[in-house]
Protein backbone atom coordinates (compact mmCIF):
# COMPACT_ATOMS: atom_id res chain seq x y z
CA UNK A 1 0.00 0.00 0.00
CA UNK A 2 1.38 3.33 -1.27
CA UNK A 3 0.23 7.34 0.66
CA UNK A 4 0.51 9.64 -1.97
CA UNK A 5 0.14 13.68 -0.69
CA UNK A 6 -3.00 14.56 -3.29
CA UNK A 7 -2.71 17.97 -4.99
CA UNK A 8 -5.62 19.99 -6.25
CA UNK A 9 -5.54 17.63 -9.42
CA UNK A 10 -6.95 14.34 -7.25
CA UNK A 11 -9.99 16.32 -5.80
CA UNK A 12 -12.39 14.59 -8.19
CA UNK A 13 -10.52 11.37 -6.71
CA UNK A 14 -11.24 12.55 -3.17
CA UNK A 15 -15.03 13.46 -3.99
CA UNK A 16 -15.56 9.81 -5.60
CA UNK A 17 -14.25 8.26 -2.33
CA UNK A 18 -16.77 10.26 -0.04
CA UNK A 19 -19.53 9.92 -2.30
CA UNK A 20 -19.04 6.12 -1.70
CA UNK A 21 -18.16 6.33 2.35
CA UNK A 22 -19.98 9.05 3.97
CA UNK A 23 -23.84 7.74 2.94
CA UNK A 24 -23.20 4.43 4.58
CA UNK A 25 -21.12 6.00 7.69
CA UNK A 26 -23.49 8.03 8.62
CA UNK A 27 -26.90 6.77 7.39
CA UNK A 28 -27.55 5.76 10.97
CA UNK A 29 -26.22 8.88 12.84
CA UNK A 30 -27.65 11.89 10.72
CA UNK A 31 -30.50 12.83 7.90
CA UNK A 32 -30.11 12.50 4.90
CA UNK A 33 -30.49 16.43 4.76
CA UNK A 34 -27.62 16.71 7.05
CA UNK A 35 -25.04 14.74 5.00
CA UNK A 36 -25.91 15.96 1.76
CA UNK A 37 -25.42 19.38 3.79
CA UNK A 38 -22.43 18.40 5.27
CA UNK A 39 -20.74 16.70 1.94
CA UNK A 40 -21.61 20.27 0.11
CA UNK A 41 -19.92 22.14 2.94
CA UNK A 42 -16.65 20.16 3.42
CA UNK A 43 -16.72 18.46 -0.21
CA UNK A 44 -17.64 20.63 -3.29
CA UNK A 45 -14.78 22.09 -5.71
CA UNK A 46 -14.64 25.39 -3.99
CA UNK A 47 -14.49 23.79 -0.24
CA UNK A 48 -11.43 21.62 -0.99
CA UNK A 49 -9.60 23.59 -2.99
CA UNK A 50 -9.98 25.92 0.11
CA UNK A 51 -8.49 23.50 2.14
CA UNK A 52 -5.78 22.32 0.39
CA UNK A 53 -5.02 25.56 -1.04
CA UNK A 54 -5.27 28.06 1.23
CA UNK A 55 -6.49 26.33 5.14
CA UNK A 56 -3.09 24.18 4.99
CA UNK A 57 -4.76 20.71 4.98
CA UNK A 58 -3.09 17.84 3.69
CA UNK A 59 -4.53 15.37 1.99
CA UNK A 60 -3.01 11.29 2.07
CA UNK A 61 -4.32 9.19 -0.46
CA UNK A 62 -4.12 5.31 -0.29
CA UNK A 63 -3.65 3.45 -3.07
CA UNK A 64 -2.84 0.08 -4.16
CA UNK A 65 -2.29 -0.97 -7.94
CA UNK A 66 -4.20 1.61 -8.96
CA UNK A 67 -6.97 1.70 -7.13
CA UNK A 68 -7.52 4.57 -4.29
CA UNK A 69 -8.77 2.80 -0.50
CA UNK A 70 -9.43 5.95 0.98
CA UNK A 71 -8.11 9.21 2.55
CA UNK A 72 -7.09 11.21 5.59
CA UNK A 73 -6.83 15.15 5.48
CA UNK A 74 -4.46 16.68 8.50
CA UNK A 75 -3.50 20.29 9.52
CA UNK A 76 -0.21 20.62 11.39
CA UNK A 77 0.19 23.14 14.17
CA UNK A 78 -3.78 23.40 14.30
CA UNK A 79 -5.06 26.41 16.08
CA UNK A 80 -1.01 27.81 16.85
CA UNK A 81 -0.34 24.70 19.72
CA UNK A 82 1.80 21.84 19.00
CA UNK A 83 -1.42 19.86 17.79
CA UNK A 84 -2.13 18.23 13.69
CA UNK A 85 -5.48 17.77 13.77
CA UNK A 86 -7.07 15.16 11.76
CA UNK A 87 -9.79 16.57 9.86
CA UNK A 88 -11.02 13.57 8.04
CA UNK A 89 -10.46 9.93 7.74
CA UNK A 90 -11.88 7.66 5.46
CA UNK A 91 -11.73 4.07 4.36
CA UNK A 92 -13.99 2.59 1.45
CA UNK A 93 -16.53 0.64 3.57
CA UNK A 94 -15.67 -3.40 1.64
CA UNK A 95 -11.81 -1.99 2.82
CA UNK A 96 -12.56 -1.64 6.36
CA UNK A 97 -10.86 -3.67 9.30
CA UNK A 98 -8.22 -4.65 7.32
CA UNK A 99 -5.44 -2.08 8.13
CA UNK A 100 -5.88 0.82 6.12
CA UNK A 101 -6.63 3.65 9.21
CA UNK A 102 -4.03 1.94 10.95
CA UNK A 103 -2.05 3.01 8.21
CA UNK A 104 -3.18 6.15 8.06
CA UNK A 105 -3.23 6.80 11.87
CA UNK A 106 0.64 5.68 12.17
CA UNK A 107 1.81 7.96 8.85
CA UNK A 108 0.13 10.69 10.06
CA UNK A 109 1.78 10.03 13.40
CA UNK A 110 5.01 9.93 11.90
CA UNK A 111 4.42 13.49 10.07
CA UNK A 112 3.48 15.46 13.25
CA UNK A 113 6.58 13.98 14.84
CA UNK A 114 8.26 15.11 12.03
CA UNK A 115 7.24 18.73 12.41
CA UNK A 116 7.84 18.79 16.03
CA UNK A 117 4.05 18.03 16.71
CA UNK A 118 3.28 16.58 20.04
CA UNK A 119 -0.46 15.33 19.55
CA UNK A 120 -2.51 14.27 17.51
CA UNK A 121 -6.59 15.37 17.63
CA UNK A 122 -9.77 14.41 16.01
CA UNK A 123 -13.36 15.37 16.55
CA UNK A 124 -15.78 12.38 16.04
CA UNK A 125 -19.33 12.24 15.87
CA UNK A 126 -20.68 10.23 19.46
CA UNK A 127 -22.98 7.73 17.95
CA UNK A 128 -20.10 6.87 15.21
CA UNK A 129 -18.60 3.06 15.96
CA UNK A 130 -15.21 4.75 14.42
CA UNK A 131 -14.76 5.74 18.39
CA UNK A 132 -13.42 2.02 19.28
CA UNK A 133 -11.52 2.17 16.06
CA UNK A 134 -9.78 5.35 17.59
CA UNK A 135 -9.29 4.00 21.60
CA UNK A 136 -8.22 0.21 19.78
CA UNK A 137 -4.83 2.83 18.74
CA UNK A 138 -4.24 5.00 21.73
CA UNK A 139 -6.92 8.02 21.42
CA UNK A 140 -8.70 8.99 24.29
CA UNK A 141 -11.79 11.30 24.76
CA UNK A 142 -11.32 14.85 26.11
CA UNK A 143 -14.38 16.50 25.75
CA UNK A 144 -17.46 16.60 24.57
CA UNK A 145 -18.13 19.43 21.59
CA UNK A 146 -22.13 20.37 19.86
CA UNK A 147 -20.93 22.37 16.79
CA UNK A 148 -23.52 24.60 15.04
CA UNK A 149 -22.84 24.04 11.53
CA UNK A 150 -25.92 26.04 10.45
CA UNK A 151 -29.41 25.15 8.40
CA UNK A 152 -30.52 24.02 12.15
CA UNK A 153 -27.73 21.52 12.04
CA UNK A 154 -25.47 20.69 14.47
CA UNK A 155 -22.46 18.19 14.97
CA UNK A 156 -22.70 16.30 18.34
CA UNK A 157 -18.84 15.21 18.63
CA UNK A 158 -16.49 14.61 21.28
CA UNK A 159 -12.46 15.50 20.83
CA UNK A 160 -10.04 12.61 20.85
CA UNK A 161 -6.85 12.98 21.42
CA UNK A 162 -3.25 10.92 21.46
CA UNK A 163 0.42 11.72 21.98
CA UNK A 164 2.95 11.07 19.47
C1 LIG B 1 -12.81 4.28 11.17
C2 LIG B 1 -11.93 3.78 10.02
C3 LIG B 1 -11.13 4.92 9.43
C4 LIG B 1 -10.96 2.71 10.59
O1 LIG B 1 -10.16 2.23 9.53
P1 LIG B 1 -10.06 0.65 9.26
O2 LIG B 1 -9.16 0.46 8.11
O3 LIG B 1 -11.43 0.10 9.14
O4 LIG B 1 -9.41 0.13 10.63
P2 LIG B 1 -8.18 -0.90 10.79
O5 LIG B 1 -8.48 -2.14 10.01
O6 LIG B 1 -6.90 -0.22 10.49
O7 LIG B 1 -8.27 -1.21 12.35
C5 LIG B 1 -7.21 -0.97 13.25
C6 LIG B 1 -7.55 -1.61 14.57
O8 LIG B 1 -8.75 -1.03 15.09
C7 LIG B 1 -9.73 -2.05 15.30
N1 LIG B 1 -11.03 -1.50 14.89
C8 LIG B 1 -11.36 -0.97 13.69
N2 LIG B 1 -12.65 -0.56 13.70
C9 LIG B 1 -13.12 -0.87 14.93
C10 LIG B 1 -14.36 -0.73 15.57
N3 LIG B 1 -15.41 -0.15 14.94
N4 LIG B 1 -14.49 -1.16 16.84
C11 LIG B 1 -13.45 -1.72 17.49
N5 LIG B 1 -12.24 -1.89 16.95
C12 LIG B 1 -12.08 -1.47 15.68
C13 LIG B 1 -9.34 -3.19 14.39
O9 LIG B 1 -9.83 -4.40 14.88
C14 LIG B 1 -7.84 -3.10 14.43
O10 LIG B 1 -7.33 -3.70 15.59
P3 LIG B 1 -5.97 -4.60 15.52
O11 LIG B 1 -5.05 -3.87 14.56
O12 LIG B 1 -5.49 -4.59 16.90
O13 LIG B 1 -6.40 -5.90 14.99
C15 LIG B 1 -12.78 3.09 8.91
O14 LIG B 1 -13.45 1.97 9.44
C16 LIG B 1 -13.77 4.02 8.25
O15 LIG B 1 -13.44 4.68 7.26
N6 LIG B 1 -15.02 4.08 8.79
C17 LIG B 1 -16.07 4.87 8.18
C18 LIG B 1 -15.75 6.34 8.16
C19 LIG B 1 -15.58 6.93 9.54
O16 LIG B 1 -16.39 6.74 10.42
N7 LIG B 1 -14.51 7.70 9.67
C20 LIG B 1 -14.19 8.40 10.90
C21 LIG B 1 -14.85 9.73 10.92
S1 LIG B 1 -14.43 10.62 12.41
Redesign the pocket.
Known amino acids: MNIIEASKDHIFIIQSLSDR??P??FASILTSGQIRYMMDMMYSNSALEEQIGVLGHHYLLAEESGEYL?YLSYELDYKGADVTKIH??????S???????????DAVGRIAKKYGNAELS????RF??????????GFEVVKCEDIDIGNGFLMEDYVMNKKV
Not at 95 to 105: A, E, P, S, Y
Not at 128 to 137: E, M, P, S, T, V
Open positions: IWPTGKIYVLPLQGKGVGRFFILNVNNKAIDFYKRL
